[in-house]
């Protein structure tokens, strides 16, 4: 048994775990504060990935600058997005939403495509050092910087819900939209910042994903990919969508582990995390995660 | 003109001038229904099941657009300014806040987080001195903020308590209360009349308390009304309403001088009947 392999794979089922986990994180902050099953999270992510490469390969701008630029661009991104198409559909039946969110996916890819082209581009050099040594092992510096980020994102999630003004006030609308409102929170104004931070966030897994492989249409993808993270971990529950995201990752890459060293049937990796939802629907069809309600006895 | 509104100023906090409310753009609720809320007094607002009474708070605070209703006559006014159809977080943000019907916590939050939400209007405040303040009306909800739970694992009267506790964290001018006596025991409702009638003495804020328990609520409030299919059809101060021999007939159970037999109780009823 090839055990460096395995460990190496099972590391990077973390890495790319905690990334669905982080679009996982924003898939479930839309459905849960807008009731919209949002089918272009994968497209949100390759256009954060898109234009940030764009401002850093076109405008020369250093990493920060362009960076910072992507994340203002993609909080209007989302919050046009929101008013424009899915604001006029609130109230309509949960099917139509979703066939909207499908078009507006095969939209927007095929717009991207056409603007930026269809070959993998990589992002420029942005560390001084390629690969750091911690304890032995080296380990290149972009994949640490994905742990972070992606951690970093969780935590700052965790804080804004559980803390914040707003926060709070997503959370409550979340709930119940009337109750929200007596309490003078205003809908519209939520439903903006829910697709906001939304697109924000995707972006930032976009870029982090396009700095460590490429960036290409196939990054989309993984908007997909989250699904079953997202269902494996409750459609409501952002813990769910990350632990998820983690468990996706792991069993991809142990999938591919089981099928380079024994099966030899090839694309294992694709295909497993859907086997995996299949089972996952049929044991717990609300999800690991997914909260019942509290009913008082 | 500016002397009209003067008067309304001084004398009452809000009035509704004949307002007409319709769902749905076709069924008609309220028909031509007018009061006055005097500031710093609790006014009661009583009737049967199905009379308009949470509809005519929701036409006040505004949450009667998120229900396909909306105020098709008439004005709400609050200290002078029209706020028929406005939207209701702008309501809360001039200081009116309705406690809701069913009591409208969020259930899956905690004590303390329910808590700061009712404040997310206010901006330069002391979050814990104000959640002191309304520990102070509610000494319950203060023992049981301490374990943290969920809300929704309170109990009847403890939401009931943490959802009026939450509105005063708005720091209202106006209190919109629909049924606070709801599913509570009655040891319970007097517990919260107490604290409603306390909140009006020592915070000086007005309420309009909607209820079907009509003895409770005509003992709490200065001035009542009474209405029935989407019109006011009684009005007078609490200590009227409650010698009223109609009202003691059909709201506070008893009344008239002589006992009656069951079948004239109810003739009676059909004869009497205000519309």
């Not at chain 1, 409750?234 to 998820?244: H, K, L, P, T």
């Not at chain 2, 031509?32 to 009583?46: D, F, H, P």
């Amino acid at each position: 048994m090839n055990w460096d392999l395995l460990f190496q794979l099972l590391i990077n089922g973390v890495i790319v775990g905690l990334l669905y986990g982080v679009v996982a994180m924003c898939f479930v902050l839309i459905y849960k504060s807008t009731q919209v099953v949002n089918f272009a999270q994968g497209e949100f992510l390759l256009l954060g990935a898109w234009v940030c490469l764009y401002f850093l390969v076109e405008y020369e701008l250093p990493f920060w600058i362009g960076f910072l630029l992507t994340m203002g661009f993609m909080a209007v991104f989302g919050i046009v997005v929101q008013m424009l198409i899915l604001r006029p559909l609130i109230g309509e039946p949960i099917i139509s939403i979703i066939m909207v969110t499908i078009g507006f996916s095969s939209f927007m890819q095929s717009l991207m495509s056409w603007i930026f082209g269809n070959s993998a581009v990589s992002y420029p050099k942005i560390f001084e050092v390629e690969v750091v040594n911690i304890g032995g092992l080296n380990v290149e510096t972009a994949y640490l910087m994905s742990i972070a980020m992606s951690v970093a994102i969780m935590i700052i999630f965790f804080l804004f819900f559980r803390y914040s003004r707003f926060g709070l006030a997503m959370r409550a609308t979340a709930y119940n939209q009337q109750i929200a409102q007596s309490l003078g929170i205003s809908i519209k104004h939520v439903f903006m910042m829910a697709w906001a931070i939304s697109a924000v966030v995707s972006a930032v897994a976009g870029i982090i994903i396009g700095m460590v492989s490429a960036v290409s249409t196939a990054l989309s993808f993984i908007g997909i990919k989250v699904f079953p993270a997202v269902i494996v971990g409750g459609m409501d529950s952002i813990v769910g969508g990350v632990v998820g995201g983690v468990i996706i990752g792991v069993l991809e890459n142990l999938a591919e582990f089981v099928d380079g060293q024994y099966l030899h049937i090839g694309n294992m990796y694709q295909i497993a995390p859907f086997y995996i939802l299949i089972v996952i629907l049929m044991i717990k069809p609300y999800g690991l995660f997914g909260t019942p309600d509290i009913e008082r006895v | 003109m500016a002397q009209a509104a003067q008067k309304t100023n001084t004398d009452y906090i809000l009035s509704v001038n004949n307002i007409e409310v319709v769902y749905s753009e076709v069924i008609l609720v309220l028909r031509g229904l007018s009061l006055n809320v005097q500031r710093g007094k609790i006014t009661a607002l009583l009737g049967a099941n199905g009379a308009g009474k949470s509809t005519t708070l929701k036409a006040i605070s505004g949450l009667l657009n998120t229900e396909d209703g909306e105020v098709s006559r008439g004005s709400i006014n609050f200290e002078g300014q029209n706020i028929a159809g406005t939207s209701p977080d702008k309501v809360v943000r001039k200081g009116v806040f309705q406690v809701m019907e069913g009591r409208g916590i969020v259930q899956d939050m905690t004590l303390l987080e329910n808590l700061k939400l009712g404040a997310f209007t206010r901006k330069n405040f002391n979050m814990n001195e104000e959640i002191e303040k309304v520990f102070h009306f509610f000494p319950r909800l203060k023992e049981r903020s301490i374990t943290g739970g969920a809300a929704g694992y309170l109990s009847g009267g403890e939401q009931q308590m943490l959802a009026i506790g939450r509105a005063l964290m708005a720091k209202p001018k106006l209190i919109l209360m629909d049924e606070p006596s709801m599913g509570l025991s009655p040891l319970l409702v007097k517990e919260v009349f107490g604290i409603i009638k306390r909140m009006n003495d020592e915070l000086g804020i007005s309420i309009l308390l909607v209820e079907q328990n009509a003895t409770m609520a005509l003992n709490a409030a200065d001035f009542g009304y009474i209405m029935e299919n989407g019109k006011i059809v009684l009005d007078g101060t609490a200590e009227e309403l409650k010698n009223n021999e109609d009202v003691k007939e059909f709201y506070l159970g008893g009344g008239g001088d002589e006992r009656k037999s069951f079948k004239n109780i109810k003739s009676f009823k059909r004869r009497k009947r205000w519309l």
